[in-house]
């Protein structure tokens, strides 16, 4: 299905920019006098209100621009990039991040990566990438930076929004877009550790790690990432896995496994077929996971996330790694594993993952328990259509960024259409049903702690389903490319 943003596909690309143009930090600090005060008489009660301008806050706004809905996005950081902004406080990358998803699979559909980006480009390169996209459709002027969202209320005409140090103001509307890997987890082991216990998120550089004995708790994406890390400077290297996972390569055929995977999946390849043919591309480059020293997996590779790491089980047979069970206790300076062995270490990088939270709006607000909102397609409240979270979903297989675009351009449509005063009868109604399947089979085994987790052709097809049902309900929107009233002039103004 072509959708209107695909109409007016642009081949523009980081590339594109106009040579000798600054970093979007530097125009930022430049034109827009980040502290400056907001004009007292700025009146903001027919605008959106846009939170974080990571992949997803970018997106939105682009989306929003483009179909003349007039918005405000506020970024707690200096710059566009989200968790790609590193070193910044809340990026949880690691200086040697690179994508784990192919460019191809996570790109901007609007927007591809340039050309000479290898298929896995450093974070380096993605925030110039972003930062090229900002530039490219003019959002860096609507953007107010280090400027956090502390408050979001309803009212009776919207939402009241209160930003760090400053008065409420009031908006007819919220898109959430703040991120989902900034808010780190914590084992709560028995028992106190001496030695340096870190988060992933606080990991960066293997310099902490350089001569001592390490454990890495966790077997996700950042555990392996970080014991393989470890391997070149540290004594000794343990992770420590409490339930066995399927390891799968990086790489196949030459190819990122994502990309391959999509492909066949848009081929109309059932799970099953997929799911024998990843099983056996591990078995031929990973060997099978018991033989790694953590027992066999409960469930079969896709029930759960899946770990890619073709590293780990490199280092577990050069005997640089050694896989243990998860932690029972922390004794000091030594830790005893759930198998009763005791081991000391001098570091230990819990790499246990995030926990999805609003620390602004009160979560029954977002109709559900406390960092488990339950809205349709991840996305929309059931039954307000002035609150709504983009970015909230973890790919099973790739990457997200395009997803987050169709969600941005849905709800621009959505927005469009309510502006015009449409009758909306038919989404109220859809939004009210149960919640579609957008796992089609993918990470079943463990829904609490996967409930985000997508298939990412099958949540596009929906998402570009709906858009398409938008534009024959009410036509193609008018693309508009004036910005509406920026922030920027605003604080001009003032
Ligand atoms: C180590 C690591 C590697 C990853 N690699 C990949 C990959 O290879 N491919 C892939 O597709 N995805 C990857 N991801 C997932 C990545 O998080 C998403 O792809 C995407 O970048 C998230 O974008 P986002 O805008 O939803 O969130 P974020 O990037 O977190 O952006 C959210 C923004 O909101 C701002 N914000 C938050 N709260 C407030 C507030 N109260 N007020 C104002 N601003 C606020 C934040 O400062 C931030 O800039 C990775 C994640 C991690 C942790
Ligand atoms: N290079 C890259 O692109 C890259 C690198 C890193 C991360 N990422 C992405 O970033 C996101 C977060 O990844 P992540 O690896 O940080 O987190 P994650 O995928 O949530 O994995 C967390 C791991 O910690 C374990 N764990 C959680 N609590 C624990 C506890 N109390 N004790 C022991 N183990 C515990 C989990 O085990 P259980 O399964 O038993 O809960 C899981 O193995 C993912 O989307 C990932 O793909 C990408």
């Known amino acids: 299905m072509e959708v209107a943003a695909q109409n007016c596909r642009s081949k523009a690309s980081v590339g594109s920019v106009r040579s000798g143009e600054q970093t979007g930090l530097g125009q930022q600090s430049d034109r827009n006098g980040i502290l400056a005060p907001m004009n007292r008489h700025d009146d903001t009660s027919s605008k959106y209100c846009v939170i974080g301008a990571g992949a997803a806050g970018l997106t939105v706004c682009r989306a929003l621009r483009q179909h003349g809905i007039p918005f405000d996005c506020y970024e707690r950081e200096h710059d566009v990039g989200g968790i790609f902004l590193y070193g910044q406080p809340n990026s949880s990358l690691y200086q040697s991040t690179h994508l784990l998803s192919s460019k191809s699979t996570t790109e901007y559909p609007d927007f591809p990566m340039p050309a000479d980006y290898p298929p896995c480009p450093h974070h380096s390169l993605v925030l110039e990438y972003f930062r090229s996209y900002a530039r490219h459709f003019q959002l860096y002027d609507q953007i107010r930076f280090q400027t956090g969202v502390e408050q979001l209320i309803p009212s009776s005409t919207g939402w009241s929004v209160r930003l760090a140090g400053e008065r409420a103001r009031s908006y007819r509307g919220v898109v959430i877009a703040n991120g ?6 914590w084992p709560d082991f028995r028992g106190k550790f001496s030695g340096t216990l870190l988060h992933s ?31 070149s400077v540290a004594k000794r290297v343990v992770l420590s896995i409490r339930r066995p996972v399927h390891f799968l390569p990086k790489l196949s055929f030459g190819k990122t496994g994502d990309a391959t995977a999509q492909q066949l999946i848009r081929w109309g390849m059932p799970l099953w077929m997929l799911r024998i043919l990843s099983e056996l591309g591990a078995r031929v480059i990973n060997g099978r996971p018991q033989d790694l020293g953590m027992g066999v997996p409960d469930h079969r590779i896709f029930e759960s996330s899946v770990t890619v790491s073709t590293l780990v089980p490199y280092h577990v047979r050069h005997g640089d790694i ?10 000091g300076s030594s830790v005893r594993f759930a198998d009763g062995s005791t081991e000391p270490f001098d570091v230990i990088v819990c790499a246990t993952g995030f926990r999805v939270s609003f620390p602004f709006i009160d979560h029954r607000e ?21 609150l709504s979270v983009v970015g909230l979903f973890q790919s099973a297989t790739g990457g997200h960024w395009g997803l987050m675009h169709y969600q941005a351009q849905l709800l621009a449509r959505l927005l469009a259409a309510q502006a015009a005063g449409a009758n909306l009868d038919w989404f109220d109604r859809l939004r009210n049903q149960t919640a579609p399947d957008l796992k089609g089979g993918f990470a079943t085994h463990d829904s609490e702690r996967h409930q985000y987790i997508v298939e990412p052709v099958r949540f596009e097809r929906h998402l570009t389903r709906l858009i398409g049902e938008f534009d024959r309900r009410y036509g193609q929107p008018a693309v508009t490319s004036a910005p509406s009233a920026p922030l920027a002039a605003q604080r001009n103004a003032a």
């Open 201 to 231: 998120k606080q990991y960066k550089t293997p310099d902490v790690l350089l001569g001592k004995r390490v454990l890495v708790i966790g077997a996700g994406n950042s555990a392996c990432d970080i014991a393989a890390e470890a391997v």
């Open 180 to 185: 989902h890997y900034w808010d780190p987890v």
């Open 322 to 331: 050694t896989i243990k069970p998860g932690v029972d206790e922390l004794e």
């Open 366 to 386: 977002l109709n559900g328990p406390a960092g488990s909102p339950r809205l349709y397609l991840h996305q929309f409240h059931p039954h307000r259509n002035d």
